[in-house]
């Protein structure tokens, strides 16, 4: 790459770090801004009425809200879950595109609305998450020449009544990545959508040999089983050898 394309890079890179950073020193600033951007959203929609943050001018007001949790976003989640789209008026201003499925902090999967802004707001967070790694390391000699391997499940894994998609998080991250990117990431983006776990942990297995592996990213779970796959496969104790 030229000069000129990785001054670029470093410039677009340090700016997401620095938004990070100045996050980090200012807690209060940074959470004024997500309070107003949160309100901005949610203006009109039935979560902010219920839950009372369309009455809250400041972020001292948040304070005399009551807790939320799954269980009292259950009845907002089953609605959507019917209704689709058209229920996109109950988490704020953008259309409902599909649904999370989280494993639920009891072990009872949710299947949590997903509209644009929440899709949003994914992006914004894995572009600052890479860019803060790379930044702080200054690993920049591995940023382009490095392959980084997505650890995910299934993308896609059923469909709700109205048709609209529905993924598990872990899966649905790893297609977030851009078009434009996806040549650093293994395993191939068609790859992504293989659902037995075994099957495509070979396929990585197989797209990762020889190459510059730099990172691997996943649930703990499947991260652990990887590597346990990697160390079998290669003949290595620790993965540093290999990769």
């Not at 691997?216 to 104790?237: C, E, K, N, Q």
Request: hydrophobic share 40%.
């Amino acid at each position: 790459p030229s000069p000129m394309f990785l001054w670029a890079l470093k410039q677009y890179t340090g700016w997401h770090a620095a938004r990070v950073r100045h996050s980090m020193l200012n807690p209060q600033d940074a959470q004024e801004r997500v309070f107003k951007r949160l309100r901005r959203h949610l203006r009109g929609s039935v979560v902010a009425a219920r839950s009372g943050l369309d009455r809250c001018h400041t972020l001292e007001d948040c304070r005399g809200l009551a807790t939320s949790d799954g269980g009292s976003m259950k009845p907002l989640f089953q609605e959507a879950w019917e209704r689709g789209a058209a229920a996109s008026h109950l988490f704020g201003r953008t259309r409902i595109l599909g649904f999370a499925r989280t494993s639920g902090t009891l072990g009872e999967p949710k299947d949590v609305p997903m509209n644009q802004a929440f899709q949003d707001s994914l992006d914004r967070t894995l572009v600052r998450m890479v860019a803060t790694h790379v930044h702080t390391s200054g690993t920049w000699d591995t940023l382009l020449p490095g392959r980084r391997i997505l650890l995910g499940s299934r993308p896609t894994c059923g469909s709700s009544p109205t048709g609209l998609p529905v993924g598990d998080i872990s899966g649905i991250i790893p297609t977030r990545t851009w078009w434009s990117a996806r040549w650093a990431f293994i395993p191939r983006r068609r790859d992504l959508w293989i659902e037995d776990w075994d099957a495509k942990a070979t396929h990585i297995l197989a797209q990762a040999q020889g190459k510059n592996v730099v990172s691997i990213s996943g649930i703990p779970a499947l991260a652990h089983d990887f590597a346990a796959r990697a160390r079998a496969a290669y003949g290595v104790t620790h993965l540093d050898e290999l990769w």
